[in-house]
């Protein structure tokens, strides 16, 4: 589930749409979370699925560590790649902003961090400086984003997290793990809204 404060907007004729903030985000807080909605395509399902919808699941889902494909069925689907992202951390089921967030500025993931298959390489024009142009399957992804991670998952108390009835402790803790900071936090409830 994607964030609420966040709307569908049309980026370009080339880009499409993203997600954009209606409201500030502050860093720390939770942007997206897997919920019960989100459809998870194991291998089988994708091979029954047949040619066709190749190209359509290349642009809507992306992979988990698992190598299965997670279809969101809101908005978060529609978030777009910058080389220098304002969200991370998909692999630990939710995502959290990496910066502040300003009203009307575009939720974005890097798509190195998503376990790319090779034929969704594309050519990038996030505009962002440093801008890789080219994106790619890239082992390297999520551990170029971990101190951003690290940061950011320090403030999860601190900011309010509308998100915090779809987040459970438990995935809240294995994701402060995976990043390398004590399970619990100093405070350990989040500050829903
Ligand atoms: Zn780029």
């Known amino acids: 589930m994607i964030h609420p404060d966040t709307e569908i907007r049309r980026v370009d004729d080339v880009v499409g749409i993203g ?3 209606t409201k500030r985000i502050p860093r720390g807080t939770l942007t997206w979370a897997l919920d019960p909605l989100d459809q998870i395509l194991a291998a089988p399902r ?3 699925l047949g040619a066709q919808w190749e190209g359509w699941l290349d642009h809507h889902t992306y992979h988990d560590p698992s190598g299965n494909r997670v279809l969101c069925w809101d908005a978060a689907r529609s978030m777009n790649h910058s ?4 969200c ?3 692999d630990l089921g939710f995502e ?3 910066v502040d967030i ?3 500025e575009q939720l974005t993931n890097d798509y190195g961090t998503l376990h790319l298959d090779a ?8 505009g962002a400086p440093g801008c890789r142009g080219l994106v790619e399957p890239d082992g390297s992804a999520w551990e170029r984003w971990l101190p951003e991670l690290r940061a950011a998952l320090a403030l999860l108390t601190e900011v309010p997290q509308p998100l915090a009835p779809i987040v459970t ?4 803790r294995a994701g402060r793990r995976a990043v390398g900071l004590p399970a619990t936090a100093k405070r350990r409830r989040l500050h829903a809204v």
């Open 19 to 21: 997600v954009f903030a």
């Open 46 to 48: 994708l091979e029954g």
């Open 83 to 86: 080389c220098r992202p304002t």
């Open 88 to 90: 991370g951390g998909s």
């Open 96 to 98: 959290v902003a990496l």
């Open 102 to 104: 300003e009203e009307g």
């Open 119 to 126: 034929r969704e390489g594309f050519a990038c024009r996030c």
């Open 169 to 172: 402790p438990a995935i809240l």
